[in-house]
């Protein structure tokens, strides 16, 4: 399996982004992609996820500001974020659940615990 992360940089306060994550080397009927956001010597935070089936998931501190969207004949999963603040300022990973618990309330905390792979972050740096 590969993710790859790609877009983010620094931007101004205010200002929007979109991230990339192109996956490759599966096949499955059914799984989660999304992103979560970890500095250096902090928890992972879950941000937003995406099913094969279009059901996306979001975090409540993300809500109204984040766009999850997927372009399926790519395998490209996207995540556009309007209005960054400072305190989105973080590395952004691209991660997949490949076998997410369908006969469970499925949310952004089953996400982040089956994670099964995860590729290189992507800086996100917001600053004036």
């Known amino acids: 399996v590969q993710l790859q992360a790609s877009g983010g940089g620094l931007v101004q306060p205010g200002e929007s982004l979109t991230l990339s994550c192109a996956a490759s080397?599966?096949?499955?009927?059914?799984?989660?992609i999304g992103w979560f956001r970890q500095a250096l010597g902090k928890e992972r935070e879950g941000i937003s996820a995406?099913?094969?089936?279009?059901?996306?998931y979001y975090s409540d501190s993300v809500k109204g500001r984040f766009t999850i969207s997927r372009d399926n004949a790519k395998n490209i999963v996207y995540l556009h974020i309007n209005s960054l603040k400072p305190e989105d300022t973080d590395v952004y990973y691209c991660g997949i659940d490949l076998n997410p618990d369908g006969s469970r309330p499925y949310g952004l905390g089953e996400f982040l615990n089956g994670l099964d792979w995860w590729g290189r972050g992507t800086l996100v740096t917001v600053s004036s």
């Open positions: 995406i099913s094969n089936s279009n059901t996306k």
């Open positions: 080397g599966f096949t499955r009927s059914y799984y989660v």
